[in-house]
C-alpha cells in the first residue's frame, strides 16, 4: 500500500520484502506477522505509511513498532498523508511502541512545496557518514580528511530551503492551533457523510472501505471510479465544469492500485507496452476524491450532484484524450486565468 517513495528507495539499497494486503487493500497483518517470523533477525527496517494517501487506511503503526522492535528492526512510519490529519506520537526509545523515524512532506501540510522533514533517532544519524555530502555537513576538511558534522547538519547538504522551513513550522504550529482533534472529527463527519452518498449514487464503485460507520478510523481519502466511464475523463468533467480538483490515476503507488482494480497481470503487461510505447490512454487507475480541512458539507453535496449528472452523460464539453498522457481536455476550453491572478 506503499506510495512509490516508501519504496523506490528501500529498493535501491536493500533486498524488499512486500506485506500483504486483505482484499479491501487494507495491511494484512496476520501476513506481517508470519514475514517478520519468516525474516527474524534479517529485518533492518520496517517501512510502513502511517495513512494510505490512496485509500485512507490508517495502520496500527505504535503495534507494529512493538513487533518490529521484538524481532530487532527499526521502524520509518511515512506520515506525508497522516500529518495534516492526525496527530502523531513517536514516543519515547524505552516504550517498545516507540517510531524510530518519521517522514513528512510540507506542501500535505498547507505549506510551499519543495520541503519535509526526515525526523529519526539520534543515535542513528551520529554512526557512520552523510548520503549526501556538501556544504554544511562538515565540522572542518583538509585535503585528505573530513570531520563531519553533528546531525542533523551532516545529513542537510547545501544551502537549505529557508523559506520552506520557517513555512513548515508555521504550518505545524497553525494546525496544532487548529487543533488535531478538531480536524480528524471535521474530516470524519465529511468522509461519513459522502460515503454515505456516494455509496447510493447508481454505477459508482467505491475502493478501500466504503463504510460510513467506520469513517472515523481513516482518513478523509476517498477513491472510486464511475462504471463504464475513463478515470481520466471524469476527473476532467469535475475540474473543467464544476471546479472540483479531484486526482485520477494510480497517485504514485502503481502496485497498490493495480492491486485495489484486480488487473490481472496480462493486463498489467499490455499497458506496460502501451505506456512504452507513449500511450497511457487505457491506463487503469482511480477518481480520488480527499479533503482538507477547509472542506465543507456542501461541497461534499456539490461533488456528489456532479457525478451524479456525469454518470447520466449531462456534461457539456466535448472531451478529447491526449495519447502521451492519457488526459482529457475540452474542446476550445480556454481558462482566463488572468480573471482570477495577477502579476
Ligand atoms: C503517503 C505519501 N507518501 C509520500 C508522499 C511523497 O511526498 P513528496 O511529494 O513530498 O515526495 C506522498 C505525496 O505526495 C504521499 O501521499
Redesign the pocket.
Known amino acids: 500500500m ?5 519504496d523506490l528507495p528501500w529498493r535501491a539499497v536493500a533486498q524488499v520484502v512486500h506485506v500483504g494486503l486483505d482484499k479491501r487493500g487494507a495491511l494484512d497483518e496476520a501476513d506481517f506477522d508470519r514475514q517478520l517470523a519468516r525474516y527474524r533477525g534479517r529485518v533492518k527496517m520496517v517501512a510502513i ?5 490512496v485509500t485512507g487506511f490508517i495502520n496500527p503503526v505504535g503495534r507494529l513498532a512493538a513487533k518490529a522492535h521484538a524481532a530487532g528492526a527499526h521502524i520509518l512510519v ?5 500529518a495534516p490529519h492526525r496527530r502523531v506520537e513517536m514516543g519515547p526509545l524505552d516504550d517498545p511502541e516507540h517510531l524510530d523515524y518519521i ?1 513528512l ?4 501540510m498547507y505549506a510551499p ?1 519543495g520541503t ?1 522533514a526526515l525526523i529519526g533517532r539520534r543515535d542513528t544519524f551520529e554512526r557512520g557518514e552523510p548520503d549526501y555530502r556538501g556544504g554544511g555537513t562538515i565540522e572542518i576538511v583538509t585535503t585528505d580528511w573530513v570531520e563531519w558534522a553533528d546531525p542533523p547538519d551532516r545529513d542537510e547538504a547545501g544551502s537549505p530551503n529557508v523559506v520552506g522551513a520557517v513555512a513548515l513550522a508555521a504550518a505545524a504550529r497553525a494546525l496544532t492551533a487548529i487543533g488535531m482533534d478538531a480536524i480528524a472529527a471535521h474530516e470524519a463527519e465529511l468522509t461519513a457523510y459522502a460515503l454515505e452518498r456516494l455509496g447510493r449514487l447508481p454505477g459508482i464503485r467505491l475502493y478501500g472501505d466504503p463504510d460510513p460507520a467506520r469513517a472515523a478510523t481513516r482518513l478523509g481519502v476517498i477513491p472510486f471510479n464511475l462504471e463504464g466511464m475513463s478515470h481520466f475523463l471524469v476527473a476532467a468533467i469535475l475540474g473543467t465544469e464544476y471546479g472540483i480538483g479531484v486526482r485520477n490515476g494510480c ?3 502503481h502496485p497498490y492500485v493495480l492491486y485495489l482494480l484486480d488487473v490481472d497481470p496480462e493486463e498489467a503487461e499490455r499497458v506496460r507496452m502501451a505506456m512504452l510505447a507513449g500511450d497511457r490512454r487505457a491506463m487503469p487507475g482511480l477518481v480520488r476524491a480527499s479533503f482538507g480541512m477547509y472542506n465543507t458539507v456542501e461541497e461534499v453535496d456539490v461533488l456528489v450532484e456532479a457525478l451524479e449528472a456525469i454518470r447520466a452523460g449531462r456534461y457539456h464539453g466535448d472531451y478529447v484524450q491526449d495519447q502521451a498522457s492519457g488526459d482529457y481536455t475540452a474542446v476550445g476550453w480556454q481558462p482566463d486565468f488572468s480573471r482570477y491572478f495577477t502579476l
Open positions: 506503499e506510495h512509490h517513495s516508501n505509511s502511517g495513512g494510505s494517501n511515512d506520515c506525508a498523508q497522516l517522514a512532506s510540507a506542501h500535505k512545496f519535509g497517485f504514485c503507488a
